[in-house]
C-alpha cells in the first residue's frame, strides 16, 4: 500500500479549477517529483495534502487515514512535514528558536534536543549560527534552516516546495545533496521544483502537472530522456 495516495482530487479558488481531478501515489522511502510551469498547481497540490487548502472533492490518504478533513497542525503530529515555498521562517527568532518551533508537536524534551544535535550535525552551518536571528541569515542557510525545522517533527514524509528558489548554483547543488541525504536515512520526500533537471537527477518517479492535470508520469531517469520533457523544462 502507497504512503500517500491521492485519488481524483479537485481543488478550486472560487470559479477557478485549479486541479482537475488528480491522482497520484508517494512510496515508502522514495523521492517523488513533482514538476511543471508555474501556475501548473503544483504548490496547490502540497497545501491541499497538508491541510492549508480545503479540496473541493477526492481523497488524500496518509498511512491509511483520510487527510481531507483534518486540520493541519494534526497532519505534522501523524508525520507529515511541510517546507514551504519562500521558506517562510520567523525572521525575528532565533536559529534554534525556530528549530524548537518545529517540535511544537513533540513532549519528550530529551528526545526533542537528541534531534535539535541531529539537524546541526546535518547542517553544521546552522550549529555556528544557532543564536543567530534568522532574518540575518543567507537565502541558502535559511532553506537549511527551513528543512532543519521540518526534520525537528520527525517526519516520515517531508514535502518539499521550490528548495532551490532564488540560490546560487551552489547552494542548490548542497540543498540537492541533502535532500537525498535525507531520503536516504528513511524520510520519504515529495518534491515540488522548478529546476527539472536537478529534480528528476535524485527522484525515483516524477509526474508533470500542466494546468492542474498530470499529464505525464514515469521513472525519473527516463522522463529526463523524453523529448516533451526536455524541450519544455530541460531547456534542450
Known sequence: MSMLHIEDLHVSYGAINAIKGISFDVDEGEIIALIGANGAGKTTVLHTITGLVPPKSGSIVFNGTDLTKTPAHKIVSMGMAHVPEGRRIFQQLSVYENL??????????????????????????????????AGTLSGGEQQMLAMGRALMSHPSIILMDEPSMGLSPLYVSEIFDIIRSVNESGTTVLLVEQNAKKALSIANRAYVLETGNIVLSGDAKELMNNDSVKKAYLGE
Open 100 to 133: 524548537m518551533l518545529g517540535a511544537f508537536t513533540r513532549k519528550d524534551k530529551a528526545e526533542i534536543q537528541e534531534s535539535v544535535e541531529n539537524v546541526f550535525k546535518r547542517f553544521p552551518r546552522l550549529k555556528e549560527r544557532r543564536n543567530q536571528i
